[in-house]
T-cell receptor, first 115, second 117 residues
């Protein structure tokens, strides 16, 4: 089983619908992240959380919200999906070993299509 | 905003040849790691190689090596003896300041590598 698991792997939805992407990890890492990948734009950070009580906006947080339900779970929500949120979404984790930040461990990605 | 620049959107190489993917970054951190990730068609993000900025020696992992020029903030990836399985998107990543004095990773836009048989 994957250490970082994302559900669903693929989802097609309609404009205006609420969507939740879930991420769970068995790596025991404190830090979790949500990135969005678009062709030609690379990966951009949506939200990140360094522990259960710490949630921070990334560079493209508008239209998204997150919930850190436990150390192992970090969910991303689109309250009212719009077509330009069609993208590949990645959850990632990293261990807090002090500075500097180390390797990110990625889930397998969730491809979201908003019609 | 601190950035990571990959100036080659696409590259191609003949099987068994060597190719170099370029990356420049802009970080205010003094002690940091730099990363190259590979994304094959399966879309999984796979760590290729990591460089510790305080180490002068360039990192190597089998056929993959980096040319790290700290003063120039350059971090290129060299793939030797290219194989068909190396065909993928390659992303460079460097840190940028985050909340609480920590860092988060910023990614470049990627380079699509094609390997020709």
């Amino acid at each position: 089983d994957a250490d970082v698991t994302q559900t669903p792997r693929n989802r097609i939805t309609k404009t205006g619908k609420r969507i939740m992407l879930e991420c769970s990890q068995t790596k025991g890492h404190d830090r979790m992240y949500w990135y969005r990948q678009d062709p030609g734009l690379g990966l951009r950070l949506i939200y990140y959380s360094f522990d259960v009580k710490d949630i921070n906006k990334g560079e493209i947080s508008d239209g998204y919200s997150v919930s850190r339900q436990a150390q192992a779970k970090f969910s991303l929500s689109l309250e009212s999906a719009i077509p330009n949120q069609t993208a590949l979404y990645f959850c990632a984790t990293s261990v807090h070993s002090g500075s500097p930040t180390g390797e990110l461990f990625f889930g397998e990605g969730s491809r979201l299509t908003v019609l | 905003a601190q950035t990571v620049t990959q100036s080659q959107p696409e590259m191609s190489v003949q099987e068994a040849e060597t190719v170099t993917l370029s990356c420049t970054y802009d970080t205010s951190e003094s002690d940091y790691y730099l990363f190259w990730y590979k994304q094959p068609p399966s879309r999984q993000m796979i760590l290729v190689i990591r460089q510790e900025a305080y180490k002068q020696q360039n990192a190597t992992e089998n056929r993959f090596s980096v040319n790290f020029q700290k003063a120039a903030k350059s971090f290129s990836l060299k793939i030797s003896d290219s194989q068909l399985g190396d065909a993928a998107m390659y992303f460079c990543a460097s840190p940028t300041p985050a909340q609480g004095g920590s860092e988060k990773l910023v990614f470049g836009k990627g380079t699509k590598l094609t390997v020709n048989p």
